[in-house]
């Protein structure tokens, strides 16, 4: 009996160890990208009724480059320093308080936002997912784990605020798939499904967002004059 105890006990705390070292492994690749000089990315969205795609661009300068595409529209940003311009199709390149303020499409305008006040590079987005996953295994070259319950929530939120207008996201899931070459994380994948509230209406969210790296090393950057000065102004 005691030896079939020993035998279990040292089972689960070698698969413990094993799924701390994954995790660890992940976070090492992800913080590798992020000490390459430059690299591109592009991310694909998929909700259902609801997609986008996002081709980025980011280098050792603090420069980050995004080209958003939903639908027929497609938002070009560039983000230095904790500060982001974003072109709209009337007003040109504007600062992050003047898209506050701008008119037209509010919900549109807040969505965008929100996504480059909570901007992060694929390395930094990486680290971060694998901090949220309950333990990360290994199968063959990828690194795959469920999300923890506080983890699955916050991501489900999208950057909203919780409070009256924001209730916390009800029935909350997801799961994350890390894919790694030569030491370096080269593709990353999320899943997420629960409800959210948005104004009056609650909404089953079930979609898959999708990251692959390339270019390391190989990508440019070329920062119109006037986002240059919107940003730096």
């Known amino acids: 009996m005691k030896t079939k105890l020993l035998f279990g006990i040292s089972i689960l705390v070698a698969s ?3 799924a701390a070292e994954s995790k660890d492994e ?3 690749a ?9 690299y591109s990315w592009k991310t694909t969205l998929d909700f259902g009724n609801f997609s986008t795609t996002t081709e980025g661009k980011v280098n050792q300068e603090g420069w980050a480059c995004l080209s958003m595409t939903a639908g027929d529209n497609t938002r070009e940003a560039f ?12 007003e040109g390149w504007q600062s992050l308080s003047e898209l506050e303020n701008a008119s037209g499409n509010a919900r549109g305008r807040q969505m965008l936002l929100r996504r480059l006040q909570n901007f992060k590079t694929p390395a930094e987005e990486a680290a971060n997912l694998a901090s949220k996953t309950k333990e990360l295994k290994k199968e063959d070259d990828v690194y795959s784990g469920d999300l923890t319950e506080a983890g699955a ?3 489900l939120a999208f950057g909203r605020r919780r409070g009256a207008d924001a209730p916390e996201p009800k029935n909350a899931k997801g799961s994350v798939k890390f894919w790694i070459k030569d030491g370096v994380l080269s593709k990353y994948e999320l899943k997420q ?8 209406n609650e909404r089953d969210i079930d979609g898959t967002t999708t990251t692959e790296i390339k270019e390391i090393g190989s990508t440019k950057i070329e920062v119109p004059d006037a986002a240059k000065k919107k940003l730096e102004g």
Do not use: F
Request: net charge positive; hydrophobic share 35%.
């Open 16 to 18: 413990s160890l094993l």
């Open 26 to 28: 992940v976070t090492a």
């Open 30 to 38: 992800a913080k590798k990208l992020g000490q390459k000089d430059n």
């Open 79 to 90: 983000l230095k320093g904790g500060k982001a311009v974003v072109k709209l199709p009337e």
């Open 153 to 155: 929530k916050e991501l």
């Open 193 to 200: 499904s629960g409800t959210v509230t948005i104004g009056d």
